[in-house]
Nanobody, 125 residues
Framework: QVQLVESGGGLVQAGTSLRLSCAASVTFSSYTLGWFRQAPGKEREFVAAITWNGDSTIYGDSVKGRFTISRDNAKNTGYLQMNNLKPEDTAVYYC???????????????????WGQGTQVTVSS
């Protein structure tokens, strides 16, 4: 089991940026890393994912062109750079990992094995 800890959330104004981090308790270079978010009263939404070696990334439609996922396997840490934030980006953001070789386009949260506790991002207008 991989323990994940997110950090970097906060309260920001629309149009600004935040970078979230996801620190893993073990070497996670063999895992796909994903970011999800959940706003009050809504289902968990896929945000982005990156392959184990960082060669491929994929994004949800609502964040394309604004968010960038990356990872540093030497530090066992993943990142989500969020630019031009909007009030509708307000949510709890979760990172997650999976070891099974699903296609990167498989957004189903149930395919992810381990999850962090989440970090709150609030964007004011």
């Amino acid at each position: 089991q991989v323990q994940l800890v997110e950090s970097g959330g906060g309260l920001v104004q629309a149009g600004t940026s935040l970078r979230l981090s996801c620190a893993a308790s073990v070497t996670f270079s063999s895992y796909t890393l994903g970011w999800f978010r959940q706003a009050p009263g809504k289902e968990r939404e896929f945000v982005a994912a990156i392959t184990w070696n960082g060669d491929s990334t994929i994004y949800g439609d609502s964040v394309k062109g604004r968010f960038t996922i990356s990872r540093d396997n030497a530090k066992n840490t993943g990142y989500l750079q969020m630019n031009n934030l909007k009030p509708e980006d307000t949510a709890v953001y979760y990172c997650a990992v999976r070891s099974r070789p699903y296609s990167l386009t498989n957004y189903n949260p149930r395919t992810y094995d381990d999850w962090g506790q989440g970090t709150q991002v609030t964007v004011s207008s």
